[in-house]
T-cell receptor
């Protein structure tokens, strides 16, 4: 089945720096890749997604890139702020199931 | 629109008991998926319901079951609880289900503790 690997598991940056989280997937048939942000005590919040017919998508300070050939996709956060601190999950759709990465804990220090 | 709601938010049970969790999806959404989140295993898919039918199932034992009502509200049940069932149970709703290109929106979860 699908397997999604996510790196790094923890990421510490200074406010204003950029943060990059990378994921790889195993099934070339996967064609939808969402990213979720989970804050303490809350459910995951969809922050951006990308479909397999698109190489890049941006939404203000957040961008996602997809390389179908290499089967990897990345989340880029620019001008990080303390409120960006959370756990971020990537995911891929396989046979109508969301398969999640293991999560990245992002800490943005003022 | 109101978001996904889950009740109860916290639950404490003892081994051997059973538990029922409830999820109300976003108005108009017909798909409800359930996930188990633990520190060790991460987010794992339990099952998905669409228009009252279980459309997809993850790799969990038969003690985990669910159903969906005509108003799209869903319940999941865990029987004969084990210590390892302690987890955050998350519900996600979508307008068309988990097929390609369909967004899933999560509720706040139910924190289940089994003693």
């Amino acid at each position: 089945g699908e397997n999604v690997e996510q790196h790094p598991s923890t990421l510490s940056v200074q406010e204003g720096d950029s943060a990059v989280i990378k994921c790889t997937y195993s099934d070339s048939a996967s064609n939808y890749f969402p990213w979720y942000k989970q804050e303490l005590g809350k459910g995951p919040q969809l922050i951006i997604d990308i479909r397999s017919n698109v190489g890049e998508k941006k939404d203000q300070r957040i961008a996602v890139t997809l390389n179908k050939t290499a089967k990897h996709f990345s989340l880029h956060i620019t001008e990080t702020q303390p409120e960006d601190s959370a756990v971020y999950f990537c995911a891929a759709i396989r046979f109508q199931k969301l398969v999640f990465g293991t999560g990245t804990r992002l800490l943005v220090s003022p | 629109k109101a978001g996904v709601t889950q009740t109860p938010r916290y639950l404490i049970k003892t081994r051997g008991q059973q538990v029922t969790l409830s999820c109300s999806p976003i108005s108009g959404h017909r798909s409800v998926s359930w996930y188990q989140q633990t520190p060790g295993q991460g987010l794992q898919f339990l099952f998905e319901y669409f228009s009252e039918t279980q459309r997809n199932k993850g790799n969990f034992p038969g003690r985990f079951s669910g159903r969906q009502f005509s108003n799209s509200r869903s319940e999941m049940n865990v029987s004969t609880l084990e210590l390892g069932d302690s987890a955050l149970y998350l519900c996600a709703s979508g307008d068309q289900g988990q097929g390609a290109n369909n967004e899933q929106f999560f509720g706040p979860g139910t924190r289940l503790t089994v003693l």
